[in-house]
């Protein structure tokens, strides 16, 4: 029973890494592409490092600290990459998409 | 508030002395007989019941994790189309928050859930510049946003 819970997480965490990857392939812009880099990447992740900590409790009997601390990591580090990129990319002058429907920040930055 | 955390720990440590037991589950027993001890003395001590906030806390958990799963789906859902329809966007969001920890905090919470992506914080620390993903209606976006994490933060710092 429990192997079967154990197999789903880790499919599940696959399956999100691999669209998070075909995402960055296919998106248009570097905005776009960031979402799919920094968010989809995070759940795959988190998904296999929990299924490895089901899988060591409930084989091994060991609880693994050091699993859930890599689930809290990634969870700190991947929002403030992901804002970084694009604020960068902002700054120095990286276009959005041209089908893109609004753009607020760019009026704001004339004004000043 | 700082002062109830302490009082907490330290009857904690406590009851680890009384129960001559010195591991982490006499320490955990500790902390719920000082929650329960701080409930009856609450009216002495200044604050809000601290309890309370550690209540509002694992419940933005709650709410983030269920915004995580959902907008992975449609995420998802968006790399496997066969054609690329959606119309992404950079939106302001006007937010009532007001320290650096608050905003730091729904901007990260903002970043994570997949969708949407902080490219910006306004020069007077009121506006955050949003991008994303598949946006139609701006005004039902800022919605969403300050119905579930900006009520949900405000309701743990205040």
Redesign the interface.
Known sequence: MIEILISILLLLGTFFSISGSLGILRFPDVYTRLHAATKAATLGVACVLLGSFIYLFFDQGIISGKLLLGILFVLITAPISGHMISRAAYNSGVDLWERSEKDHLSKDLKKN | MAIQIIFNVLIAFMWMFLSETYDFVAFVKGLMIGAILLFFLRRFLPGKYYIVRVYKLIKLNFIFLRE??F??FA??A???KPK?T???????LPTELKSDWELSLL?????????T????V??DNRTL?I?A?D?PD?EAQINDIKNTFEKAILEVTR
């Open positions: 995580l799963i907008s992975t995420i998802i968006l790399v496997y690329m959606m119309e992404p966007g950079i939106f302001k901007s990260n919470l903002i970043s994570l859930t997949p969708g992506l902080t490219v910006a306004g020069d510049y991008h993903m946006l701006v």
